[in-house]
């Protein structure tokens, strides 16, 4: 089983920009599909964007193309979340999530980390 941990939150005005990273531990990054939800109060998660195993394919919400870029470096076993020119509504908790290959669902989770768009 994987183990995520993410960092990189914070407070940011809106048109500002933030990093989040995701460092996994406990097994080798690439062999899991990695991807980063997001969940504002009073709200369900969401996915965000997710990325390939080799970072060759990516998806993204409507909501965040354009201003968002998901990329991983599998020799640090870490993923990233650019977030550029933010608006409020991207205020949420943002998680990072592994798939296995075999797993049909997200099974591994880190702890969230509060990005907070405000003036």
């Known amino acids: 089983q994987v183990q995520l941990e993410e960092s990189g939150g914070g407070l940011v005005q809106p048109g500002g920009s933030l990093r989040l990273s995701c460092a996994a531990s406990g097994r080798t990054s690439s062999a899991y599909f990695m991807a980063w939800f997001r969940q504002a109060p009073g709200k369900d998660r969401t996915l965000v964007a997710r990325i390939g195993r080799n970072g060759d394919s990516t998806v993204y919400a409507e909501s965040v193309k354009g201003r968002f870029t998901i990329a991983r470096d599998n020799a640090r076993n870490t993923v990233y979340l650019q977030m550029n020119n933010l608006k409020p509504e991207d205020t949420a908790v943002y998680y990072c999530?592994?798939?296995?290959?075999?797993?049909?669902?997200?099974?591994?989770w880190g702890q969230g980390t509060q990005v907070t768009v405000s003036s």
């Open positions: 999530a592994a798939r296995s290959a075999l797993s049909l669902s997200y099974d591994g």
